[in-house]
């Protein structure tokens, strides 16, 4: 079972920077690795995907531009970099595989107001 364990959110004015971060207890390294969200009364969708050596990304249209994923293989660590942020943005943030086929962490809960 693997752990994974979210941190990085913040309450951000619209404009605002953030950079989430997703610890694994075990290797990533043979899986592509996913960030989600979940906005209030939303459901839980992929904004962002990386394959196994981080050479593809996509992203959803709502934050294609403006969210940078990226993985560290050696540090079991994934990341999202998030710049211009929008209040369309505020929901909690999970990572998990690309099929979301681990158990889901705590989240990190991002919120995009002034």
């Known amino acids: 079972q693997v752990e994974l364990v979210e941190s990085g959110g913040d309450l951000v004015q619209p404009g605002g920077s953030l950079r989430l971060a997703c610890a694994a207890s075990?290797?990533?390294?043979?899986?592509?690795m996913a960030w989600y969200r979940q906005g209030p009364g939303e459901t839980r969708d992929q904004v962002a995907a990386?394959?196994?050596?981080?050479?593809?990304?996509k992203y959803a249209d709502s934050v294609k531009g403006r969210f940078t994923i990226s993985r560290d293989n050696d540090k079991r660590m994934v990341y999202l970099q998030m710049d211009r942020l929008e209040p369309e943005d505020t929901a909690m943030y999970f990572c998990n595989t690309g099929r979301s086929d681990w158990s889901w962490g705590p989240g990190t809960l991002v919120t995009v107001s002034s």
């Open positions: 990386i394959t196994t050596l981080g050479s593809q990304t």
């Open positions: 075990k290797s990533i390294r043979t899986r592509t």
